[in-house]
């Protein structure tokens, strides 16, 4: 997966996921860097993600585990 693919599969989620970790953390530092720190994770592991990877309520289990 490209970085081109890889923005058209998860970046549509970003405002869900914004407002999952402010919600759990109630900072918007601490929400942000938990974003960055999920697609950093998902960055990583890009080649070998299930497809159900691309739903959000996989992206937001992965944000609750992040916290």
Known sequence: M???EFKQR???HYRLLYRVA?????????AEDMLQDLYLKLWQ?????PDEAMTE???VT??????
């Open 45 to 49: 592991k890009r080649d070998n993600l």
């Open 22 to 30: 402010y919600h759990l953390t109630g900072h918007a530092q601490d």
């Open 10 to 12: 998860f970046m549509p």
């Open 62 to 67: 992965m944000m609750r585990n992040l916290f």
């Open 2 to 4: 490209d970085a081109r």
């Open 57 to 59: 309520a996989y992206l």
